[in-house]
């Protein structure tokens, strides 16, 4: 398995660049035999599709690098320390880690609503192979993307792409709230400079949508590892409800997901705009 796909602007023109980590679906015949769950219920976790809504970067002279492997297979939003005993044998717990109790290591144990993927664990070895196959390959390139973006522009703006489950959010909007359409994590001011975090949630707000910060979701290890603003790396999750565009039982797109998909591309080119401050002249040019 290739571990992800990689779409590349014929010249890059921002600062901006786009990643899919989750939104991977080539499952490999042999995870199939292994898990309990059907087609269908592995799928849950998955963020289905969104690689196709951010499809435009490169058309506005960003990259996106899109995964290839499912979530439920390795996770490329977690560490690849944080491997779970409960479900690799051989695996060692170095202290709580609250991702790993849940199930949703670098190996998940479960999918969405807590359902197990497996009947017993699978091997060290196994674990391991995965991670080298597709987690190290998606972020050496992710890294190299990010470090490009900064020699030519000076800095990199990273934009995590998921997709959230409409009861994800339903539990945050009590008291008559308005559900959020769009949830963006910047763990609270420490991966992304508030500027640019403004600039992506107008991007979102001029398009209709209601954005929200950080509840309940406020960036895993991709934001964490690399937004660092003192050094002019942001890195911001976007999470879109999914209700907005698939059905999620079904894990299939929406009658209305083309029109959907346009709004998307407009708002694509409103968050490609943020990194325009500037190019670097490069002695290689």
Known sequence: ????????????????????????????????????????????????????????????????????????????????????????????????????????????????????????????????TRIATCWRPYHDRLQALVDEAQVRFGESILIDCHSMPREAIESITSGGKRRPDVVLGDRFGASAAADVVDRVEAAFAAAGFRVGRNAPFAGAYITQRYGRPARRQHAVQVEVDRSLYMDEAEVRPSRDFDDFRRVMASIVADLAEIGRAGEVPLAAE
């Open 1 to 128: 398995m290739c571990a992800y796909r990689l779409f590349r602007p014929d010249r890059p023109t921002t600062s901006v660049v786009f990643s899919s980590p989750h939104s991977g679906r080539d499952y490999p015949w042999t995870f199939l035999r292994q898990t309990v769950l059907d087609e269908r219920a592995i799928r849950s976790s998955e963020d289905a599709f969104v690689d196709i809504l951010f499809a435009d970067a490169p058309v506005h002279g960003a990259p996106l690098i899109a995964a290839n492997a499912p979530r439920a297979y390795v996770d490329l939003n977690r560490a690849a320390e944080e491997l779970d005993p409960a479900v690799i044998e051989g695996a060692r717990l170095a202290g709580h880690n609250p991702r790993i109790s849940s199930g949703l290591g670098v190996i998940p144990r479960v999918v969405a609503n807590g359902r197990a993927i497996y009947n017993g664990k699978i091997g060290l070895a196994e674990a391991e």
